[in-house]
């Protein structure tokens, strides 16, 4: 009997972790692609240089990396530190890895 409870509350540990990180995932996609809509009102999202940088074809680590160099003004633009400045660690994170999946799916924001 004690090893039914015991498998009992495993199984339900686990039903209770996978609903939690589901949601979790769910919520980091909206936000990625909710700060992504946002990118894409300067940064183009078929990915042409038009004046401005394309940022749908970078890798998560790399719009990372940016972001963070922005944050710090070691990037030139004073748009990019304002935007990297208003954004949490966390945001930073959910946007590179929604626009990298986007990228490696070979679709646009």
């Known amino acids: 009997m004690a090893n039914i409870v015991s498998l009992a509350t495993k199984i339900a540990a686990g039903t209770m972790l996978l609903l939690f990180s589901g949601n979790s995932a769910a919520e980091d996609i909206n936000e990625g692609s909710r700060i992504a809509a946002t990118c894409a009102s300067c940064h183009d999202p078929f990915g042409r240089e038009l004046g401005i940088p394309p940022i749908v074809t970078l890798d998560e680590q790399t719009i990372v990396k940016r972001m963070l160099a922005y944050r710090t003004s070691e990037g030139p ?3 990019m ?7 949490s660690d966390d945001e930073v994170a959910a ?3 929604h626009l990298a999946a986007k990228a490696n799916a070979g ?3």
Do not use: Q, Y
């Open 81 to 87: 530190h304002a935007i990297a400045l208003s954004l």
């Open 95 to 97: 946007v590179a890895r």
């Open 107 to 109: 679709r646009k924001p």
């Open 77 to 79: 633009s004073h748009v």
